[in-house]
């Protein structure tokens, strides 16, 4: 299974970017897609996650600003991210974690927070 991530782009500070991770199989398969970030110079770090049963998790920097959400039918997991601020600013990564614990990451987004 290959992991895809597309949506990034250049945003001005408030906006809004939904990020999309296009799985090349089904998505069934994994009890836990996420996204994660890493910025220049700083360590990945988890944004949110999605379990199979539908219960997210979301960094306390995000709370409030971000929604993942999933759609089976076609495979993707999703970001919306709202009020884009600078610091939100890095390369976005599609994570999943099949049931028996393999492990899949795309190849990252780029975003860019920016005026």
């Known amino acids: 299974v290959q992991l895809q991530a597309f949506g990034g782009g250049l945003v001005q500070p408030g906006g809004s970017l939904r990020l999309s991770c296009a799985a090349s199989?089904?998505?069934?398969?994994?009890?836990?897609m996420a996204w994660y970030r890493q910025a220049q110079g700083k360590q990945r770090e988890l944004v949110a996650s999605?379990?199979?049963?539908?219960?997210?998790n979301y960094v306390d920097s995000v709370k409030g600003r971000v929604t993942i959400s999933r759609d089976n039918a076609k495979n993707t997991v999703y970001l919306q991210v709202n009020s884009l601020k600078p610091e939100d600013t890095a390369v976005y990564y599609c994570?999943?974690?099949?049931?028996?614990?393999?492990?899949?990451w795309g190849q990252g987004t780029l975003v860019t927070v920016s005026s």
């Open positions: 999605l379990t199979s049963g539908g219960l997210p």
């Open positions: 199989g089904s998505i069934f398969r994994f009890s836990v």
């Open positions: 994570y999943a974690r099949e049931v028996g614990d393999r492990i899949y």
